[in-house]
T-cell receptor, first 112, second 111 residues
Framework: DGGITQSPKYLFRKEGQNVTLSCEQNLNHDAMYWYRQDPGQGLRLIYY???????QKGDIAEGYSVSREKKESFPLTVTSAQKNPTAFYLCASEDRVGDTQYFGPGTRLTVL | GQSLEQPSEVTAVEGAIVQINCTYQTSGFYGLSWYQQHDGGAPTFLSY????GLEETGRFSSFLSRSDSYGYLLLQELQMKDSASYFCAVGGNTGRRALTFGSGTRLQVQP
């Protein structure tokens, strides 16, 4: 089955630690995205990548980093520089036809 | 930049029809999308309008008027399972294809 997977589903981090969230897709999509969602809020764009080995900052990139070494993978690192990282993180990939984005199940990050 | 406005909450009864409006401000527009998100879940794509007019997909329809920077999602024959948050999203800011999402409309369907 084609789709997007994210791991882990729940992640707990101590203050000062970096953590990496995994996102993998087998839909053969070129574009991939990372969003952050806070309770009762919409999705805010962190980083996006339109093609392998290239990525761009979104609206709230500070304290985050990404890489895109493979078409299938777009990991997100939440660094210690991110002051308020507790949130629901969603990864998506895009089908260019109709601008449809397909989302993974998300990772809920909690900073202790 | 881009911004979208949609109502924060809507309540309706089973079997009814509900309309969720979305107005947007954007530089460089190429489409309005709608996504559904159940509590704790991931957003799922519902509909996309690239041109003015109505798009129908089963019980759901979406409308776009580019001249008014306005669109809506119409849900018919409401079911309890339609209780969720609904987000409108626009793409097309100059040099960037990524979507900008509205803050979402929480729909509560009552028996």
């Amino acid at each position: 089955d084609g789709g997007i997977t994210q791991s882990p589903k729940y992640l707990f981090r101590k203050e000062g630690q970096n953590v990496t969230l995994s996102c993998e897709q087998n839909l053969n999509h070129d574009a991939m995205y990372w969003y952050r969602q806070d309770p009762g809020q919409g999705l805010r764009l962190i980083y996006y990548s339109q093609i392998v080995n290239d990525f761009q900052k979104g609206d709230i990139a500070e304290g985050y980093s990404v890489s895109r070494e493979k078409k299938e993978s777009f990991p997100l690192t939440v660094t210690s520089a991110q002051k308020n990282p507790t949130a629901f993180y969603l990864c998506a990939s895009e089908d260019r036809v109709g601008d449809t984005q397909y989302f993974g199940p998300g990772t809920r990050l909690t900073v202790l | 930049g881009q911004s979208l406005e949609q109502p924060s909450e809507v309540t309706a009864v089973e079997g009814a029809i509900v309309q969720i409006n979305c107005t947007y401000q954007t530089s460089g527009f190429y489409g309005l999308s709608w996504y559904q998100q159940h509590d704790g879940g991931a957003p799922t794509f519902l509909s996309y309008n690239g041109l003015d007019g109505l798009e129908e997909t089963g019980r759901f329809s979406s409308f776009l008027s580019r001249s008014d920077s306005y669109g809506y999602l119409l849900l018919q024959e409401l079911q309890m399972k339609d209780s969720a948050s609904y987000f409108c999203a626009v793409g097309g800011n100059t040099g960037r294809r990524a979507l900008t999402f509205g803050s979402g409309t929480r729909l509560q369907v009552q028996p």
